[in-house]
């Protein structure tokens, strides 16, 4: 027997899918994948959506989420096979050989529970340990993994606790029961960058300690690069490449690797501000109903044709921003100037013209369309209300429109479902872009697509800003993003503009705490980047 | 500022009693509209107009409503329901023993359908598109579709006639021991039971399988429990909420909508109570009952909405 922890031999996964229209048919999500995990060691899963990458991560718990089926191949775990033992068999591999930490552990964890009772619901479970004994080290596991309050956290409940804090609980309930192997599943991915880093470096450091072995599933190379001696990269359920991090990062063989190492490789040369900026944010002040103030005193320029990138965590008033812009949250205090005269605060009261020339695109392209409109009716729809257009004038400028977003006129009549998230994406930026506006609100944009077609959005951004010389406010948490495409930045924190100015001024030192802290926590694609950022931080951010 | 639970909690109590006092006043409306002069139906067709003046005078009917109306909330708040126009005696007396009973029995159909509906809903929920589920559903389906009192009279023609298991005439007396009186309700218990399970029963399951696509349930069983400690701890506290508004629902029907039961085995509660003075034209006694019902309906529901409040751990715990 070999002293593999960990064998998945010849692998395939299949499901059922019942698109609409179309008859129920099988499909395939994991081709013959094939892997090896010794005891201690640690495995990069990675891949964009769709890649199969959780699927194969829960094979080794022999789980299928929803109707997902594993039809042929074998996954041994501690040299049985798991795809032969009955359900009995499995619940003493569950939990107790193999656990799990899920991507959102905020919704992860029963809300009727205290923390302490599930994270020792486990060990008690399998008899590994009393209550007392199970406390003890849940409380030490706390403490390790740097948890405030590490004796009485366990007593909250899970809404009481911070998304940071609540991945790093789970991260605790799956080291409770002494597994010999743990399941990552994009465990950072829902987490802003600063505090990324800190739980990103306990899931390091109790992997050190504890010499669990461990499957680290992401879409994020550099993330990944942090935490594992092997990567196994993944595409539309194939295996790419795989090899030690060293390997993958400094020389990837196959092409879609090498694309992966490179990705937020735009380069943009930022412009020099103009005198008469297309909008002003003058001393704006907001808050929900009355009482939390989430804008304090906030002023900033757009200028025609150019990109002003908002960043900050979750809670730094960067959305809210965008609220009131739009109008949608009057301010309490302050002016907003566009194209040289004062907008009125509230949405309802602005004109139409207005309306049109301040457009939004949203993070979630997929709610923000009418699933029951054709892609023809969507973009054609603020053709119509703008400058009432109809037949075919309306139809001719609907495809122009497809085909500045290098879709084209085959997709004129299919339906969002029928479209990948990129794609729905960029029917989102026509349609904003039909309304032939000055600015567009850029709310995230990127932020739920893969890093590739990430990235073919951004191009395709400063593409159409180059021929329509609209001017961007770029909102996002991802500073990669705001490197390559913004002309000036605004970094926000806690409601306040903590450093403005164009692009090169905010990014050369000397930094402030926060802005330092906030560029040191983005990963790197290299490694020991993760040692290096801690060994030099001065703050820590404000969701820990 | 108290605790949140407790603010809320006296805010739902504080809208039960407003809507008391609303539900009060449209039943005096409603008794008041209703056709016919209740001076003359207690004399009869044959009185004097001397006399039914007199009696109007002395029964205080030629006051406006809004003062006989707040006479009678008063009364009310005092604790006298006032006196039967049928038989001159005072209203509280003789509901207080229907009141008993229908309790009595409601209670009983109670403890025996609401464990019963939750456990078949468990089962359902864990045997899920299978058998059991359908059978459960099945058979509770089919008993909710037979109006109660087809159900009743098949049960007295099958079970105590054919069979002679246990009395088709539900009477009680002082006498009788537990065991005497249980045996006497046996069947309208069976037939309350039928009415009322099918809905709790579907409810359960509705909310748990409901509970059971979150992300919780998938960590509970990727740590290798078992599908009924799944259920049980994790997906069971999260449906709380609509189970016990449901079951509240159908508690208060035990109460005020037993009457066609009550009629059929000719039992002494407050829905044969209630219609027999409606036949008589007794407007104080049916008002009585019908507030008596309504407060029943009204707190059973304060205390669904208390429970899914306190079953609430955002509410509970605030941050």
């Not at chain 1, 795809?83 to 939990?95: N, P």
């Not at chain 1, 465990?187 to 960058?193: E, K, R, S």
């Not at chain 1, 457009?359 to 009432?388: H, S």
């Not at chain 1, 872009?433 to 850029?442: D, F, R, S, Y």
Request: glycine share 8%; hydrophobic share 45%; proline share 5%.
């Amino acid at each position: 027997m070999s002293d593999n922890l960990l064998e998945i031999k010849n692998l395939k996964i299949g499901a059922t899918v019942y698109p609409p229209g179309e008859k129920p048919h099988d499909i395939t999500i994991v081709h013959d994948v094939s892997l090896n995990l010794k005891k201690g060691q640690v495995m990069g899963l990675i891949g964009e959506s769709g890649a199969g990458k959780s699927t194969i991560g829960l094979s080794s718990m022999s789980y299928g989420r929803g109707g997902v089926e594993i039809t042929g191949g074998e996954v041994f775990v501690n040299g049985r096979d798991i795809l032969q033992i009955q359900a009995q068999g499995l619940r003493q591999l569950r939990g107790r050989e193999v656990t799990y930490v899920s991507q959102s552990a905020a919704a992860s964890f029963n809300p009727a529970m205290r923390l302490m009772d599930q994270v020792i619901e486990t060990t008690i479970l399998h008899g590994l340990s009393n209550k007392a004994q199970a406390e003890e080290r849940a409380i030490e596991l706390f403490r390790s993994l740097g948890l405030p309050d590490p004796e009485n956290i366990g007593n909250r409940y899970p809404h009481q606790v911070s998304g940071g804090q609540l991945q790093r609980v789970m991260t605790a309930m799956a080291l409770c029961p002494k597994p010999d192997l743990i399941v990552f599943d994009e465990p950072t991915t829902a987490l802003d960058v600063t505090t990324q880093i800190d739980v990103l470096a306990a899931i390091k450091k109790a992997i050190r300690d504890t010499g669990v072995a461990a499957l680290y599933i992401t879409h994020d190379l550099a993330v990944v690069a942090q935490v594992s001696d092997e990567i196994l990269v993944l595409r539309h359920g194939n295996m790419v490449e795989h090899g030690t991090v060293q390997e993958i990062i400094e020389a990837p063989k196959e092409e879609y690797t090498q694309e992966l190492v490179k990705a937020h490789s735009i380069t943009h040369e930022e412009k020099k501000p103009t005198d008469n900026p297309i909008l002003r944010v003058e001393n704006i002040s907001a808050s929900y109903s009355g009482e939390i103030q989430v804008l304090k005193d906030v002023s900033v320029d757009i200028h025609p044709g150019q990109t002003l990138a908002v960043v900050g965590e979750s809670g730094s008033g960067k959305s809210t921003l965008a609220r009131v812009i739009t109008g949608l949250l009057p301010p309490s205090d302050g002016r907003i100037i566009f194209d040289g005269k004062e907008l009125t605060p509230a949405l309802p009261d602005r004109n139409i013209d207005d309306l049109r020339e301040l457009q939004m695109i949203y993070q979630m392209a997929d709610v923000a369309m009418n699933p029951r409109q054709t892609v023809g009716q969507i973009i054609g729809r603020p053709l119509e209300l703008y400058f009432g257009m109809k037949g075919a004038e309306k139809r001719k400028r609907v495809i122009e429109l497809l085909d500045e977003i290098e879709m084209g006129e085959k997709f004129i009549d299919r339906y969002p479902a029928e479209l990948s998230g990129g794609q729905k994406q960029r029917v989102c930026i026509a349609r904003s872009l039909a309304a032939k506006p000055k600015l567009i609100i850029c709310d995230e944009v990127t932020s739920a697509l893969d890093p590739l077609v990430a990235d073919g959005i951004l191009k395709l951004l400063l593409n159409l800003q180059k021929i329509e010389n609209v001017a961007y406010l770029f909102i996002t948490h991802d500073l990669a993003t705001v490197k390559s495409i913004s002309d000036s930045i605004a970094v926000m924190y806690l409601g306040e503009l903590v450093r403005y100015g164009t692009k090169s001024e905010v990014l050369s030192p000397p930094f402030d705490d926060y802005t330092d802290l906030l560029l040191s926590s983005v990963p790197e694609m290299k490694l020991g980047w993760l040692e290096e950022v801690l060994a030099h931080r001065k703050m820590e951010s404000a969701g820990n | 500022m108290g605790h949140p639970i407790l603010n809320l909690v006296a805010q739902r109590i504080a809208l039960g009693l407003l809507l008391l006092f609303l539900a009060s006043g449209l039943i005096f409306i409603g008794t008041q509209i209703l056709p016919g002069d209740v001076a003359q139906s207690i004399l009869g067709q044959s009185a004097t107009p001397e006399a039914v003046a007199n009696l109007r005078k002395e029964l205080g009917l030629n006051d406006p409503a809004y003062v006989r109306y707040f006479e009678w909330l008063s009364g009310v708040l005092q604790g006298d329901l006032g006196t039967a126009l049928s038989n001159g005696k005072s209203i509280a007396e003789g509901i207080s023993n229907r009141l008993q009973n229908t309790l009595f029995l409601a209670s009983w159909a109670a403890a025996f359908s609401v464990p019963l509906a939750v456990i078949l809903g468990l089962l359902a929920v864990q045997y899920r598109n299978r058998w059991p589920d359908k059978l459960i559903s099945g058979v509770s389906l089919a008993s909710i579709s037979l109006p109660e009192f087809f159900i009743g009279y098949l049960l007295i023609y099958f079970v105590s006639v054919q069979l002679g298991w246990f009395p088709s005439v539900a009477i009680l007396n002082e006498t009788m021991t537990l065991g005497e009186k249980l045996n006497a309700i046996a069947l309208p218990v069976v037939v309350l039971t039928m009415v009322v399970l099918a809905h709790m029963m579907r409810m359960t399951r509705a909310a748990i399988l409901n509970v059971m696509q979150s992300a919780y349930i998938e960590t509970a069983e990727l740590k290798g429990l078992n599908p009924f400690t799944v259920i049980r701890k994790h997906a069971f506290p999260n449906a709380i909420a609509p189970i016990v508004n449901v079951v509240m629902i159908n508690l208060a029907y035990l109460v005020v909508g037993v009457v066609i039961v009550e009629v059929i085995f000719v039992y002494p509660g407050m829905g044969q109570y209630l219609v027999d003075h409606v036949s008589k034209r007794d407007v104080p006694v049916v008002q009585a009952c019908a507030l008596i019902f309504a407060s029943v309906y009204i707190s059973l529901n304060i205390i669904a909405d208390i429970v899914s409040i306190v079953a609430n751990p955002r509410l509970r715990h605030p941050k």
